[in-house]
C-alpha cells in the first residue's frame, strides 16, 4: 500500500501569513493532485502535477513536486480567510490514494 | 461545467437495513469510483469500476458492499445490512479513461446510521 503522509495535520495562521503544507511518501507517483474540501462537501480538484521537479502557480498558491515524483508542497502566499479548508493531496497510480489531509484555518 | 452528480444527499437508516446511494457520473467518463470518509477522517478508496466490472476494490470493499451500472447513466454503491459503522460521507467520482489523471468528485452523500 502506497501511504501519503501531510504534515502539519493542522495549521492556524492569521490573514495576511504565508503558509506551507507538505505531502510525502516513499513510493513513486505518476502523478499528484491537491484537493480542498470544505465541510459537508466534495473534494474539489485544486491541480494536478506530473513531471518531477514542476511548479505550477494558482493565483496565491504555489505547488511543486518533487524531483523523484514522491513528494509534492503547497505554498500559500497572503493567505485570506477563503483559504481555510481541508488540503488533500491524492497520489495517483492507478487507484487514486489520499493523505489524510491539512486542516487550514485562516482568521482574520 | 459538467459535474458528477449524487443523490440523496442525506439519508438517514436503522441499522440492518439497505441502503442505496446514486450517483451519476460525467458522461462521457469510463472510470467509476466510491469513496467513504468518517466524519474527521481521511477519504477512503472504496472500489473503481470500468468496463462494467469491478477493477479495484479496498479490504473495506466486503460483502456487504455492491456496485452497480443499472443503466447508462447511473452507478449505485448498495450496502446490504447497514451497520452503525457506515456512517460516513460517501463520494463518488469518475475519471475519463483509465489514462486521464484528473478525477471528478460529486458533492457526497452522507449516510446516517441509527
Known amino acids: 500500500t502506497q501511504l501519503l503522509e501531510q504534515s502539519p495535520q493542522f495549521l492556524s495562521i492569521q490573514e495576511g501569513e504565508n503558509l506551507t503544507v507538505y505531502c510525502n511518501s516513499s513510493?513513486?507517483?505518476?502523478?499528484l493532485q491537491w484537493y480542498r474540501q470544505e465541510p459537508g462537501e466534495g473534494p474539489v480538484l485544486l491541480v494536478t502535477v506530473v513531471t518531477g521537479g514542476e511548479v505550477k502557480k494558482l493565483k496565491r498558491l504555489t505547488f511543486q513536486f518533487g524531483d523523484a515524483r514522491k513528494d509534492s508542497s503547497l505554498h500559500i502566499t497572503a493567505a485570506q480567510p477563503g483559504d481555510t479548508g481541508l488540503y488533500l493531496c491524492?497520489?495517483?497510480?492507478?487507484?487514486?490514494?489520499f493523505g489524510a489531509g491539512t486542516q487550514v484555518v485562516v482568521t482574520p | 461545467e459538467p459535474e458528477v452528480t449524487q443523490t440523496p444527499s442525506h439519508q438517514v437508516t436503522q441499522m440492518g437495513q439497505e441502503v442505496i446511494l446514486r450517483c451519476v457520473p460525467i458522461?462521457?467518463?469510463?472510470?467509476f469510483y466510491w469513496y467513504r470518509q468518517i466524519l474527521g477522517q481521511k477519504v477512503e478508496f472504496l472500489v473503481s469500476f470500468y468496463n462494467n466490472e469491478i477493477s479495484e476494490k479496498s479490504e473495506i470493499f466486503d460483502d456487504q458492499f455492491s456496485v452497480e451500472r443499472p443503466d447508462g447513466s447511473n452507478f449505485t454503491l448498495k450496502i446490504r445490512s447497514t451497520k452503525l459503522e457506515d456512517s460516513a460521507m460517501y463520494f463518488c467520482a469518475s475519471r475519463r479513461d483509465p489514462g486521464a489523471n484528473v478525477l471528478t468528485f460529486g458533492a457526497g452523500s452522507r449516510l446516517t446510521v441509527l
Open positions: 491524492a497520489g495517483v497510480e492507478g487507484k487514486f490514494q
Open positions: 458522461s462521457n467518463h469510463l472510470y
Open positions: 513510493s513513486v507517483f505518476s502523478s
